[in-house]
């Protein structure tokens, strides 16, 4: 909550502000709120959640400025990556939790920042490279349905991307 409050903060003196967050589920209703909140204040959202997602974006007035997309395709992912911030003040952490009640109230779980300038660069090139995804990617639509990314980009599988990326064979 703290760091979706200091995006929110910026967003309302007019500064940059920025949120990414990739988790497998996305359902607390306080955090919500808070993204919510941050939304209606100007910050740019995007949330990569692989299953369920309680937040509904791209609502006027509400969550207009939330995208979320979900990615199921050759890996079993599990990693929680979330970045808060732009370019070189941006701030990143990983999370044994997913956005979850029962993850902050019955559960002890880690939450650590990335200081190494190339760990955080590397994360920062996996959130962007999931973004581009337009092969696996389903988007939340406002109704709750996921749809398919417009058509007419060029194709990326993000995962297969990333198999070459690491030496691998797709």
């Known amino acids: 909550l703290k760091w979706i409050g ?5 967003a309302k003196q007019g500064r940059p502000a920025h949120i990414i967050a990739k988790m497998n589920a996305l359902l607390e209703p306080q955090i919500i709120r808070a993204l919510y ?8 959202i995007d949330l990569i ?3 369920p997602c309680a937040l509904r974006p791209g609502i006027a007035g509400l969550s207009e400025h939330i995208r979320v997309r979900s990615i199921i395709g050759r890996f079993l992912e599990h990693t929680r990556i979330f970045l808060f911030g732009n370019n070189n003040d941006a701030r990143v952490f ?3 939790a997913d956005w979850m009640t029962r993850n902050f ?10 200081y190494t300038g190339e760990a955080k660069e590397h ?3 996996l959130l962007n490279t999931y973004l581009k995804d337009n092969v696996k990617a389903r988007i939340l639509a406002p109704d ?3 749809v398919r990314p417009p ?3 060029e194709k990326f599988n993000s995962q297969e991307y990333l198999i070459r990326f690491y030496g691998g064979t797709p």
């Open 144 to 146: 709750g349905l996921y």
């Open 94 to 96: 990983l999370s044994s």
């Open 49 to 51: 959640v692989r299953g």
């Open 105 to 114: 109230d019955r559960r002890i779980e880690l939450l650590f920042e990335i």
């Open 6 to 10: 200091r995006e929110t903060d910026r």
């Open 151 to 153: 058509a007419g980009a």
């Open 123 to 125: 994360l920062q090139f």
């Open 37 to 44: 909140k941050a939304s209606q204040a100007g910050v740019k």
